[in-house]
């Protein structure tokens, strides 16, 4: 069964700090792997995308790593601001056309002044 | 260039009653899709359209759930009738044909009573 965790659940940040969000992944075949952020009330955004062949993409002070051997996928938040605040959901693309997602639960971090 | 426009925007009906939320795309975007997300979880597929025929549905509750896209440009989403566990938001989300990336709307969020 395709599956994609994420952790953790929930996170409380200072404003300024950095953060590491987790995404493990159990799904075939691969095709990509994307991180979305959700703001409260609205749809989620496309952060980054990654493919099998790619170990860092950055967005800002976003930077995600995915390490295919292990399948495991990190984003990183550099300089935490107060927008940040939001639920940030990883993604993967399975099935041959990459047309097939499944959806992790989300992190809901919240960033504090 | 306007993004994805769902309504409406909240939506509170008791259990049994009927409601039917509308989704229009971006404009050229020939894949649509329904998603419902329960609070505190990721999105899960309902239904995927391209242009106005069904691509996936193998996670619609037939039942009672319902979608149309008859002129492969907008489209609709039915519950008849609703059941307490249907409290959730309703995203739609589209893509062009070339492109996995999605753009979602803001969603609909529906409380069931």
């Known amino acids: 069964k395709n599956q994609v965790e994420q952790s953790p659940q929930s996170l409380i940040i200072l404003e300024g700090k950095n953060c590491t969000l987790q995404?493990?992944?159990?799904?075939?075949?691969?095709?990509?792997l994307r991180w979305y952020k959700q703001d409260t009330g609205r749809g989620p955004v496309s952060l980054t995308i990654?493919?099998?062949?790619?170990n860092t993409k950055s967005n800002g002070r976003y930077t995600a790593t995915l390490d295919a051997d292990t399948k495991q996928s990190s984003l990183h938040i550099t300089a935490s601001q107060l927008s940040d605040s939001a639920s940030y959901i990883c993604v993967v693309s399975t099935g041959n056309a990459g047309n097939m997602l499944t959806f992790g639960g989300g992190t809901r971090l919240m960033v504090k002044p | 260039e306007a993004g994805v426009a769902q309504s409406p925007r909240y939506k509170i009906i008791e259990k049994r009653q009927s409601v039917a939320f509308w989704c229009n795309p971006i404009?050229?975007?020939?894949?649509l899709y329904w998603y419902q997300q329960i609070l505190g979880q990721g999105p899960k597929l309902l239904i995927q359209f391209q242009n106005n025929g069904v691509v996936d549905d193998s996670q619609l509750p037939k039942d009672r759930f319902s979608a149309e896209r008859l002129k492969g440009v907008d489209s609709t989403l039915k519950i008849q009738p609703a059941k307490l566990e249907d409290s959730a938001v309703y995203l739609c989300?589209?893509?062009?044909?070339?492109?996995?990336?999605?753009?979602f709307g803001p969603g609909t969020r529906l409380l069931v009573l």
């Open positions: 995404c493990n992944y159990t799904v075939s075949p691969f095709s990509n």
């Open positions: 404009s050229g975007h020939a894949t």
């Open positions: 989300a589209s893509s062009p044909i070339s492109s996995e990336t999605q753009y």
């Open positions: 990654m493919t099998f062949s790619e």
